[in-house]
């Protein structure tokens, strides 16, 4: 017998502290469940009275060094790590507070995230999960980047990187729904970024919360990190990452195969705004198991 994808949420309130990565400012976490259909939202505990803030691409409102939403004067930064891990644990429903603007970089991937989630568990809620289900292709392109999604039976993400690095230089990652890979494979990817960024960070007053503890680091030749890679091929991994947190921003799960080639959270944005526009290329719906 048939049923439908059910919502998720958390199972019991979970705590965490950790670093801003820009701020560098000390931030308290709590993940909470919420009730169906409630979606992600954000609420700032240290500016009592101000209205939380959904998850949703309408709140987004920079996106040049993280995805920062917002809504009547309060913000919540570098929010892609932890949508990431809702995105790869399909959890649909929570309130997430935090006491400062930006999330905690924690050791700069999804990991911490995940496995606090997955130790406390997840339970299934009564209402059906809704899909955003793609009919026809929709493109956004910039230059040599692009961001396509196509009509698929199961929702996939295609990631291709090229940095002229010789470390990193072409890279390409598939995550599959349907393979259940995402704790494995991809939370455990980190942030990474070249010494001369990071310099340049610090003269804007940024990345003062950034280190080798929650970033891999490259100069010219070689990873500054003691202890390598966590993967062969981290770099895309991380890449493939932040776009799951993008494209979560939508709200609903898409039954679809996204491809990104060189993107990052500008273009992943400029698509969200592309593919909403396409209405006649989508459609809502639940879906029964087969």
């Known amino acids: ?26 931030t308290h976490l709590t993940l909470n469940p919420a009730p169906e259909n409630h979606g992600i939202k954000f609420r ?40 990431a891990c809702f995105a790869g644990l399909e959890i649909d429903n929570a309130l997430v ?9 924690m050791d700069g991937s999804a990991k911490v995230f995940t496995q606090m989630i997955q130790d406390a568990g997840i339970v299934e809620q009564s209402a059906p999960k809704h899909f955003l289900i793609v009919k026809k292709p929709i493109k ?8 396509i999604v196509y009509p698929e039976s199961c929702f996939k993400i295609t ?39 990071i310099e340049l960070l610090k003269k804007f007053s940024l990345g003062k919360g950034g280190s080798l503890d929650n970033a891999i ?40 195969h996204i491809v990104t080639n060189k993107s990052g959270h500008t273009l992943n944005h400029l698509f969200i705004e592309k593919f909403l526009e396409n209405k006649d290329a989508w459609e809502t719906g639940p879906e029964k198991f087969k």
Do not use: W
């Open 1 to 26: 017998m048939s049923r439908y994808f059910l919502q998720r949420t958390l199972s019991k309130r979970i705590c965490v502290s950790g670093t801003g990565v820009h701020s560098g400012k000390q």
């Open 44 to 83: 700032r505990i240290d500016l009592p009275g101000t209205q939380d803030i959904q998850a949703l691409f309408k709140r987004v409102v920079d996106t040049s060094l993280a995805t920062v939403l917002g809504t009547n004067g309060a913000i919540v930064s570098t929010i892609e790590h932890l949508m």
């Open 97 to 105: 507070e935090v006491d400062d603007y930006e999330i905690p970089i």
């Open 140 to 147: 956004v392109t910039d230059n040599d980047k692009s961001v």
């Open 159 to 197: 990631c291709r990187i090229h940095f002229d690095h010789p470390l990193i230089g072409e890279q390409k990652i598939i995550f599959d729904r349907a393979k259940n890979n995402f704790e494995k494979e991809i939370s455990y990817a980190r942030t990474f970024g070249f010494v001369q960024d």
């Open 217 to 256: 680091i490259l100069d010219k030749n070689k990873i500054l990190n003691k202890e390598g890679l966590r993967y062969p091929d981290e770099f895309v991994r991380h890449k493939l990452l932040d776009s799951l947190g993008d494209f979560s921003l939508l709200g609903m799960p898409i039954r679809g």
